[in-house]
């Protein structure tokens, strides 16, 4: 955002607090002012030099509901992530601790930490699953006990296949939930775009850059976006479309990555896409494969908050809803909480648990009452939580659509 | 036998000044005022703290007093004043001859001038025009009207100075050519009192020649309505001022939380003509452009204006157009025992903001001898407020926010203890009533109980409630059950809505476009629709 954008970003606030009353964060918990207050409000004072205790800004989820709420367009998240950057720019400690600043830098390295628990994901997950280490990596690094750590697998690569020259291609950006912790769903994902007529290219891509975001590591998340869009530069110029399955990488891809000073940045806002969306562009244009075997399913669906802030709807609902016998119920029932690496912190996991709560009585009542077995979302940091918080299974959409097409994964 | 030995009339920034000094100096005095202390012209400016090069060519003896005084005020009220640095910038379309005269009255009124680097320039001021030429650094600052008013009359109370809002002069006492006292209405209870003493100071500003006027000597102060616009955030971090003659609109000063673009003159017939007009909103705007491209496409929250009192007497070209200019900002003594034969009467007219203590200073040392004393001026010497205690600065931070610690620290000083307690008994007090301006339910609550606040606006000047973004929108009804706790000392609650809702409005109206324009429109729903403040009550 450039400087006259930031003014009239700031200028549009007309103080209706409209996002403090949507904000799941200060729902639950009153000493986090919301929105309204830490961003727009707060920001009038930085602009005369009074910082606001980062530990305030730090209650912020990044959920980005605010900015879907405001009726004045208003970035909000985007003020206060930039307000968190100042705040660390000016050198101003967290009250809380070196402890949380080696949490951050934990953390914030989803692409590290994937890279090392695939080394060997069976002994991760044990040690993870070991009592006694979580106990230590709460009380060494405030990474919360009870938190829904999710299990390592082995590394997602793409797929490798002799291409058909004939095929029209896609690039998939698999992101690091894909890559390290659910290589099955990212096998999928290649299986049905295959199965449409398209050849999968997945080039070695970084972090997105959202957790590192979050976790206040401003400058490494743009650097990671500037490595991303270099090698997504050539196949933008080329008019390939890219499309991710995980719904925050999308929101960067879509709305982060624009702002990048590289080439491709102007190109990558309009060429990309979230993997329903695009399957349902394909079938708005009649050339997605509707030829479905019937599904005999009934499933919960929760949009997660990212979704919603890409302003497209939920077009896995509609797609899955074209598929013989799948029942979709779309609980609206609220933000899961989670957050990416928000509801793993120690100080914030009960806060995460009571945000979610709402969503995850629903998702029990309906169980209860029959209304469904299973639920799906896009999101992984959702289907953890939803997990967590509710003991039901939570899978991607796109497992339904593999079970129409009749497709399955060969280990 | 007197009640006092000084009665000052006007509360703005030099009868405050007055009082302080002379109470400083073992004098007895009490100032009298008509409405608030600083409602009028003291604050209603753009809030710059001068260092003079903007005097520096036409008026050399403003100039060195501006930068001495700058000196003297960034250290007596460090808690007023924000230490910005101002710039002066040549636009393309500013004569080289003027900025060549420029800096020799820089040199000789010895204001330390340093040019910057366009480059630079572009770097810290981003929103500046690129359709500049040179770039100077000058130690101009910010200063709030408010505060510094305030901070005078507490100062000087602790001296034994006494002070009367409120309390408008009906005429003064003479006998027998001598003033022996001065009688005045109590405007909130009608009561009419009589205060007798050797001395009268008229300080009324664009006020002071009916004050005389009592008595029918005459004073011939001009009236000359400077409107300003006042932006929705800092759009630059230091005042910046076009580098050519003192014009309209060429000003820009970050003052708290906004940005004041200033100014226009203009003469008018009384004080009491302060609705600032759109054609001089759009002047404003159209010079404005100069030095901030897009002025149009930033969101302006309000327009004010003041009314300058000039000195006819001094001025170089009477009755010109540009007479308002044209006058001499330089302050001028007249002691109506020279000029009308009256003993015992001063009235000190002209003069800006940023010489308000040199200007009382003088007066101080007239009343000072003509009594008999002999204590020298001390008011340079000693800081307006003292130091805010740690353990009261770390108990703030602890109990609100850092922004709404930190401001009302600033302005309340000592007194915050008593905030700080309040929350402490029940931390809901803690919340933002005014979320703009981040005042907290409890610092309103203290102000409203302060025995000189009687109407919503002194809350507004004492708080900043009502200022900023929202312009009252969300803070006017959440304030009145704090007013109703006030047994009897407010007018009926729905009497301070309308008054302060209008008291908005008047300075909305003539910016009525873009966000603020949608701002107004929901500020009307909430106060003509829902809560009905046009139907006549049942």
């Avoid at chain 1, 650097?223 to 399955?245: C, D, F, H, K, V």
């Avoid at chain 1, 074209?322 to 119920?329: A, E, K, S, T, Y």
């Amino acid at each position: 955002m450039n400087e006259q954008d930031r003014v009239k970003n700031l200028d549009a606030c007309i103080k209706c607090s409209a996002c403090t009353a949507q904000c799941p964060v200060a729902t639950v918990y009153p000493f986090f002012p919301g929105p309204k207050n830490v961003g727009p409000d707060a920001e009038r004072f930085r602009l005369e030099g009074i910082l606001m205790n980062a530990g305030c800004l730090n209650y912020c989820s990044n959920c980005k509901t605010c900015e879907i709420t405001c009726p004045s367009g208003v970035k909000i998240t985007e003020i206060i992530l930039r307000a968190r950057e100042k705040a660390k720019l000016a050198g101003q400690k967290d009250e809380a601790k070196f402890q949380h600043r080696v949490r951050d830098l934990v953390l914030g390295r989803a692409e590290y930490l994937g890279r090392l628990g695939t080394i060997w994901p069976a002994l991760t997950n044990g040690l993870l699953g070991v009592p006694l280490v979580r106990g230590l990596m709460e009380q060494t690094l405030g990474i919360s006990r009870q938190a829904p750590l999710p299990a390592y697998h082995r590394k997602f690569k793409g797929i490798k296949k002799t291409w058909h020259s004939a095929n029209k291609q896609v690039v998939f950006f698999p992101g690091c939930f894909v890559t390290y912790n659910d290589s099955l769903t990212g096998l999928a994902v290649v299986k049905v775009l295959e199965h449409n007529g398209y050849d999968v290219i997945v080039p070695a891509f970084h972090c997105c850059g959202v957790p590192l975001q979050a976790n206040a590591h401003f400058r490494e998340a743009r650097e990671n976006a500037r490595e991303n869009l270099s090698l997504m530069n050539p196949y933008l110029q080329a008019g390939i479309p890219i499309i991710t399955a995980c719904t925050s990488c999308g929101l960067a891809l879509k709305e982060e990555y624009p702002n990048i000073d590289a080439s491709g940045a102007e190109l990558i806002g309009q060429q990309s896409y979230d993997l329903f969306e695009f399957l349902w562009k394909l079938h708005e244009r009649g050339e997605l494969r509707e030829d479905f075997q019937e599904v005999l399913v009934s499933l919960g669906y929760h949009t997660p908050c990212h979704l919603k802030a890409q302003g497209i709807g939920t077009p896995s609902v509609r797609l899955l809803r074209m598929i013989p016998g799948v029942r979709v119920n779309n609980l609206d029932a609220g933000c899961c909480g989670l957050s990416g690496s928000y509801g793993y912190k120690h100080e914030k996991y009960e806060l995460a648990m009571q945000i979610g709560n709402p969503l995850f009585e629903r998702v029990q009542l309906c169980v209860s009452k029959g209304e469904f077995q299973s639920m799906t979302t896009e999101c992984g940091g959702c289907q953890v939580q939803i997990q967590h918080g509710s003991g039901v299974e939570t899978k991607h959409p796109i497992w339904v659509l593999m079970q129409a097409y009749g497709l399955a994964i060969n280990h | 036998m007197t009640d006092y030995q000084v009665v000052i009339v006007g509360g703005g920034a030099t009868g405050v000044g007055i009082l302080r000094d002379l109470s400083m100096r073992g004098i007895s005095a009490l100032l009298l005022e008509q409405g608030d202390l600083a409602h009028g012209t003291s604050s209603r400016f753009h809030g710059l703290l001068h260092s003079g090069a903007r005097y520096a060519v036409k008026d050399p003896v403003s100039a060195a007093e501006c930068i001495d005084e700058n000196v003297i005020l960034k250290q007596i009220a460090a808690h007023c004043i924000s230490d910005t640095g101002g710039w002066f910038v040549q636009s393309s379309e500013d004569a080289q001859s003027y900025v060549e005269q420029w800096i020799r009255g820089c040199a000789y009124a010895h204001i330390p001038i340093r040019e910057i680097s366009l480059a630079d320039a572009y770097l810290k001021e981003p929103l500046m025009s690129k359709d500049v030429l040179r770039v100077f650094e000058v130690p101009d600052a910010t200063v709030d009207g408010f505060k510094l008013v305030w901070a005078n009359a507490k100062s000087a109370k602790r001296y034994g100075g006494d002070y009367k809002t409120y309390h408008q002069v009906e005429r003064l006492i003479l006998d027998n050519k001598r003033i022996v006292g001065v009688a005045a209405k109590n405007l909130v209870n009608g009561e009419e009192i009589m205060v007798h003493c050797e001395v009268v100071v008229n300080a009324g500003g664009a006020w002071a020649s009916q004050i005389v006027g009592t008595i029918g000597v005459p004073l011939d102060v001009i009236c000359d309505k400077g409107t300003l616009l006042a932006f929705n955030q800092r759009l630059f971090q230091r005042v910046i001022n076009r580098l050519h003659p003192p014009s309209d609109g060429d000003i820009f000063v970050p003052h708290e939380t906004i940005t004041i673009l200033g100014t226009t003159s203009e003469i008018v017939d009384s004080p009491q003509e302060n609705q600032p007009r759109e054609p001089e909103v759009k002047r404003l705007l159209a010079m404005g452009e100069k030095l901030l491209p897009n002025l149009m496409g930033h969101r302006v929250i309000r327009a004010f204006a003041g009314v300058r009192p000039l000195h006819r007497e001094d001025s170089e070209v009477p009755g010109s157009v540009e007479e308002g200019r044209e006058v001499s900002r330089t302050f001028v003594l007249i002691d109506h025992e020279v000029h009308d034969g009256v003993e015992g009467l001063i009235s000190i007219v002209g003069g800006k903001f940023t010489t308000y203590r040199l200007m009382a200073e003088k007066v101080s040392d007239w009343v000072a001898e003509k009594l008999g004393n002999t204590a020298p001026c001390s008011t340079a010497k000693e800081n307006l407020m003292s130091e805010i205690p740690q353990d009261l600065r770390k108990q703030a931070l602890r109990l609100l926010p850092c922004v709404a610690a930190e401001k009302m620290l600033e302005r309340l000083g000592d007194d915050a203890e008593e905030v700080l307690t309040k929350i402490m008994d029940d931390p809901r007090k803690g919340q933002m009533l005014c979320e703009c301006e981040m005042v907290s339910v409890a610092e309103v609550e203290k102000v409203a109980s302060d025995e000189d606040s009687h109407h919503l606006a002194d809350i507004r000047r004492k708080t900043r409630l009502g200022m900023g973004t929202c312009q009252g929108a969300f803070c006017t009804y959440r304030v009145l059950p704090l007013l109703g706790l006030e047994n009897k000392k407010f007018d009926p609650l729905q009497d301070e809505l309308k008054r302060f809702i209008n008291q908005r409005w008047k300075g909305i109206r003539p910016v009525l476009w873009g966000q603020q324009l949608r701002e107004t429109e929901l500020t009307r729903a909430i106060y003509a629709s829902i809560l009905q403040l046009n139907e006549n009550p049942g």
